[in-house]
């Protein structure tokens, strides 16, 4: 017997009177959707005494003795014949497909966007406190194993920066020290991993893209409420003498479209020191994010500075990366990240005045198909406005090619009035060794090189890391557990164009044990020319805390 995919059941009718010429005797009409018809590869003989044989007997009865309508009941041996390589219906000829969504307009929208922001979060929040308490640790999904280990590493992140503050011998304040933790831990943004706890919903991924429409239909109302919070957050601030932060709130709404690329940056550095003596080259830290404010009313040493960062992720904008972190990673297509910085420094009265009153730096990455080209440059005037030093970087960057998952090199120029023109020549690259289903390893090298000049000696600065790791599954589970270890060392020069001052030796990395245990440690040597200030010149930090496979094990 011919079997064919049943088709939806009916509710009875009355017979017809008329029968069409192609209506079987009796004048029942078998009409059948016209996805469902037999195509070659889908015919199945059925052996007598199976069910669905002896269903389609009866129904071929009815149907040829007029007895009434013939209706078919779905068949669980009949489905499963055709349902494995049936297609689903297409729409007829003369049909319009459906509609996609509509993309929400940008208006001026309603004064009640703040309850529409919050509603998701407040009125669901006792139903998802309960489907967490009812969950068992085997049924986590996998949003819900994120949000918990996230939560477990923000506490440890809060435990290691009270004992930074009172521990190390730089006396690090609060935020430096919780900066300093999230660097050992890899999770950052500690504060909104355990607010996305209390409400049991991701807050972060929540503001970046679920609430993206609320904000379009809204934006001129959500604009003028950001605008009175976030002043009188700076109100607050200055009335405490803090410095003021003027773009609390909207840093985290925009970084999905502020943030730099991959490649963007400088490889193989581990900044994470606390000396201040390091990381202040101005041209060396590239804009990323939106950023804002005023420092100096918590240091009276020091002069009020305004500093604003932004950056322009035109990729982002246009929808054009992968949904996926994981595939975000492998993404190589079309870039283009405008950028800028400024600092503006004046001094206090009766304090001297600010070294440099006007730092600027912008720039401008852009490319494709995996090729990518870099050109940026910045001043520094002093406080009576001549130009302390001009600065140019230009280069290529290569991403995601085969093995190459990036490959960089630039060159840098710094001009001193009645000074030299100084040149850096850098090259880094990073590949991927092996990554399959057993094994993962990658290896990366820099190397940086300031030339000689005018009587003046050169300099050579090095960085590296180095990862292996071997992937085991469990039944059940998807996403493999590692266990290996990563390696990251960095020797370069405290200014990039004076090799006269101190150097950093730099050495970190994480061990992890099934993904179930993670020991992340950094060691910082510094040797310092001439007096040192009084700071210290050796650093060792270190953090054990549980990782990611442990809500998936």
């Known amino acids: 017997m011919i079997q064919r995919k049943p088709a939806a059941p009916q509710p009875a009718q009355a017979p017809q009177r008329s029968t069409p010429a192609s209506a079987p005797a009796g004048g029942a009409s078998t009409r059948l959707p016209a996805w469902s018809a037999v195509r070659p590869g889908l015919l199945r003989v059925l052996p ?289 990240y405008p950028y800028f910085s400024l600092s503006h420094a004046w001094s206090k009265e009766g304090g001297p005045p600010p070294e440099f009153k006007n730092v600027w730096l912008a720039g401008l990455f852009f490319g494709g198909e995996g090729i990518y080209t870099l050109v940026e440059g910045g001043q520094k005037q002093k406080a009576d406005e001549t130009v302390a030093e001009t600065y140019l970087r230009s280069g290529l960057v290569l991403r995601n090619l085969g093995a190459l998952s990036l490959g960089q090199f630039t060159q840098e120029y710094s001009l001193t009035p009645g000074g030299d023109l100084r040149t850096r020549l850098n090259a880094a690259a990073s590949v991927r060794i092996v990554d399959n289903k057993t094994w993962q390893s990658s290896f990366g090298l820099g190397v940086g090189g300031l030339l000689p000049g005018a009587g003046k000696p050169g300099s050579v600065d090095l960085g590296g890391d180095l990862s292996l790791y071997h992937k085991t599954y469990r039944p059940g589970t998807t996403e493999p557990f590692k266990t290996g270890a990563s390696l990251g060392t960095t020797w370069r020069g405290q200014e990039p164009f004076d090799p006269q001052q101190g150097r950093l030796f730099s050495v970190g990395g994480k061990l992890s044990v099934l993904d179930l245990l993670i020991f992340s440690a950094e060691y910082h040597r510094i040797q310092q020319e001439g007096p040192t200030s009084g700071q210290p010149t050796q650093d060792f930090r270190f953090m054990l805390f549980p990782g990611p496979g442990i809500f998936r094990w």
């Open 48 to 336: 007598a005494s199976d069910p669905a044989e002896q269903q389609a007997r009866q129904v071929a009865t009815e149907v040829t003795s007029g007895s009434g309508l013939a209706r078919f009941q779905p068949a669980s041996a009949a489905a499963v014949a055709l349902a494995r390589d049936e297609k689903p219906p297409e729409p007829q000829s003369g049909t319009k497909p459906a509609a996609p969504a509509k993309e929400p307009e940008v208006g001026f929208g309603s004064p009640a966007v703040p309850w529409l922001i919050l509603k998701p979060l407040v009125l669901k929040f006792p139903s998802r406190w309960k489907a967490a308490a009812e969950l068992s640790a085997g049924k986590l999904g996998k949003e819900d194993q994120e949000l918990y280990y996230n939560t477990t590493v923000a506490l440890h992140n809060l435990l290691y920066a009270g004992m930074i503050t009172q521990m190390s011998a730089y006396k690090p304040d609060w935020s430096k020290a919780l900066e300093t933790a999230e660097g050992l831990s890899g999770v950052t943004s500690t504060y909104l991993k355990l607010g996305s706890f209390a409400i049991q919903k991701d807050i972060e991924k929540y503001l970046g893209e679920d609430a993206v429409p609320i904000y379009k239909e809204n934006l001129g109302w959500l604009i003028l409420y950001g605008l009175f919070l976030q002043g009188g957050l700076v109100g607050l601030n200055a009335a405490l003498e803090k410095d003021l932060d003027f773009t609390t709130l909207v840093t985290p709404a925009v970084k999905k479209w502020t943030e730099a690329p991959a490649g963007f940056g400088r490889p193989f550095q581990l900044g994470n020191t606390l000396d201040p003596r390091w990381s202040q080259y101005p041209f060396w830290t590239s804009p990323s994010g939106f950023e804002s404010g005023i420092t100096g009313f918590e240091d009276p040493t020091k002069p009020y500075t305004f500093k604003m960062k932004l950056g322009v992720n035109v990729a982002s904008l246009a929808d054009l990366y992968p949904e996926k972190e994981e595939d975000k990673k492998k993404y190589k297509g079309f870039e283009l």
